[in-house]
């Protein structure tokens, strides 16, 4: 059985130090920016941004995400965070669980490109989407970084009966083999990209991929895409893989098996929105949810992945998890 290691979140080349790689989700600029501080004082070796990078959605115009995004760089440190790699969420796509119906989508990506598109040493692949991809090398290993685009392709959900019930809070599954997740040319796109040569390929998903037991926005939503990934992923050009998400307000670690293969899912989500009344334990979980503010780092070393662990915005640690 192989080891797929999928995180819901790579950079510089050390010596004999490991690499540290921080990854999150969910910042609101008009909410503390105290975590910011923290993370800069790491002296990190990259950063990975997995959506809602800022909040535009309520009342959604181009001054509006101009505006988050403008009031964001004032205090993000980004002199102090490394090489990094962002997608987006609805938050910052513009339209709360939209998808490719939102008809401001091109603006919202023409802005986001804006923003972060200097800071990343990425090439837009496509003329619409954010979708984008990296190889870095770290510790020795090819590491092949890959941010997928769930939002500007994602075709229709299916809406619950009953809003909060408790494992369909917001959706249930639509089994319409037509609604797409990416769109048949990124689906093309991230195919050759797995056809890359790679040691490890870290790939960034803005919503939960095996996370179950939950009605918000996910993967399982759409399951035959789901299953469309996970087919793709293992037919991928040999590598370790870890698959990293945010979107949910809470931290934590998923499993699941498919086929022959250990799916693990981290996910760091809740810069500075965590859901802190959060009560759900999902039946895929390992361990205890993260329900405070924070943000997680990847520790790569010359023999691979070795740990992810989370902190609060005053830099505590949280919780530890390490791939054996």
């Known amino acids: 059985m192989r080891l797929v290691i999928c995180c819901l979140l790579v950079c510089s080349v050390g010596a004999a130090a490991n690499t540290r790689i921080g990854f999150g989700s969910c910042f609101n600029q008009d909410k503390s920016a105290k975590i910011w501080k923290t ?54 796509f513009g339209r709360n669980d939209g998808g490719a119906d939102f008809s401001e989508r091109l603006l919202s990506q023409r802005l986001f490109w804006q923003f972060f598109g200097p800071l990343m040493d990425v090439s837009q692949p496509a003329s619409e989407g954010v979708y984008n991809s990296r190889i870095r090398v770290i510790e020795g290993n090819k590491v092949q970084i890959i941010a997928l685009d769930a939002r500007s392709f994602r075709g229709r959900l299916k809406p619950t009966l009953i809003r ?83 979107d949910r307000h809470v931290g934590g670690v998923y499993q699941t098996e498919y086929g022959n293969e250990l799916f693990i899912e981290v996910t760091s989500s809740g810069l500075n929105m965590a859901w802190s009344q959060s009560t759900e334990y999902l ?15 990847l520790v790569i070393s010359q023999y691979g992945l070795e740990r992810v662990t989370w902190h609060g915005d005053d830099g505590s640690k949280i919780s530890s998890f390490r791939f054996d």
Do not use: C
């Not at 019930?165 to 797995?194: C, H, K």
């Open 283 to 297: 039946p895929n979980q390992l361990g205890i949810p993260i329900r405070e503010n924070h943000f997680a780092v």
């Open 39 to 92: 993370i800069g004082d790491l002296d990190l070796d990259g950063f990975l941004f997995l959506g809602d990078n800022v909040y535009a959605s309520r009342g959604f115009s181009r001054a509006k995400l101009e505006a988050a995004y403008a009031k964001a760089s004032v205090v993000i440190p980004w002199d102090r965070l490394g090489p990094i790699q962002a997608t987006w969420d609805d938050h910052d």
């Open 164 to 246: 909060n019930t408790p494992g369909a809070e917001r959706y249930v599954p639509n089994f319409d083999v037509s609604q797409s997740m990416l769109g048949e040319t990124q689906w093309a796109w991230l195919e050759q990209q797995l056809n890359i040569s790679a040691d490890i390929r870290i790939i960034m998903s803005s919503i939960q991929v095996i996370a179950e037991g939950h009605g918000w926005e996910r993967w399982g939503n759409l399951p035959h895409e789901r299953d469309r990934l996970l087919d793709l992923l293992k037919q991928r050009e040999s590598s370790d893989l870890l698959l990293i998400s945010g």
